[in-house]
């Protein structure tokens, strides 16, 4: 079956820090795949998303490429502010209208 | 426009209570999901509806819980009885179906604990 792992955190990092969070995922055929972002007392947001191989997702200085050949696709930002503390979840969908399965979650602590 | 719209927002009840929860999708999305995200980890789906059918209820725990999307539109989700490992967020999305696009809406949730 379908399958998502990101890595545990939190991650604490200082404000301007380079940000990478892990994502591997497993499936069969061509999946979508998703960061999707919840901030505190917030539901959860779609960041950004890629639909096939080598494509890059981005938005507010957030990007991940979809690697078929290590089947992953890790979210980074070049410099993180404490605005961006929250849970961010790896996702992937197998078609359009299907469910999405989700990683367990990582939570980021930016300090000033 | 409107988000996903999700009511309650808190719920406390005993265990073997029962609990409804009430999901209104964005308009004019076909597609709408109820997902259950216990502490700590990822949203898990529940039951996918398409209008008023159900697509995939495979993780649904039949025995305690249904929903219902009449007339393709709202939808509840009913849990009867409540268990103590019940206690968890209730995420309802909603997507407009279409090939090109899979993009999910989410609702605030319904934070259930049950004592």
């Known amino acids: 079956g379908n399958s998502v792992t990101q890595m545990e955190g939190p991650v604490t990092l200082s404000e301007e820090a380079f940000l990478t969070i892990n994502c591997t995922y497993t499936?069969?055929?061509?999946?979508?795949l998703f960061w999707y972002v919840q901030y505190p007392g917030e539901g959860l947001q779609l960041l950004l998303k890629?639909?096939?191989?080598?494509d890059k997702g981005s938005n507010k200085g957030f990007e991940a490429t979809y690697r078929k050949e290590t089947t992953s696709f890790h979210l980074e930002k070049g410099s993180v502010q404490v605005s961006d503390s929250a849970v961010y979840f790896c996702?992937?969908?197998?078609?359009?209208?299907?469910?999405?399965?989700f990683g367990g979650g990582t939570r980021l602590m930016v300090k000033p | 426009e409107a988000g996903v719209a999700q009511s309650p927002r808190y719920k406390i009840i005993e265990k073997r209570q029962s609990v409804a929860f009430w999901c209104n999708p964005i308009?004019?999305?076909?597609?709408l999901y109820w997902y259950q995200q216990i502490l700590g980890q990822g949203p898990k789906l529940l039951i996918q509806?398409?209008?008023?059918?159900?697509?995939?209820d495979s993780q649904l725990p039949k025995d305690r819980f249904s929903a219902e999307r009449l007339k393709g539109v709202d939808s509840t989700l009913k849990i009867q009885p409540a268990k103590l490992e019940d206690s968890a967020v209730y995420l309802c999305?909603?997507?407009?179906?279409?090939?090109?696009?899979?993009?999910?809406?989410f609702g605030p949730g319904t934070r259930l604990t049950v004592l």
């Open positions: 509806f398409q209008n008023n059918g159900v697509v995939d």
């Open positions: 890629a639909t096939k191989a080598d």
């Open positions: 996702a992937l969908s197998r078609n359009a209208g299907n469910m999405l399965t």
């Open positions: 499936a069969t055929g061509y999946p979508s």
């Open positions: 999305a909603s997507s407009f179906f279409d090939r090109g696009s899979n993009e999910q809406f």
């Open positions: 308009s004019g999305h076909a597609t």
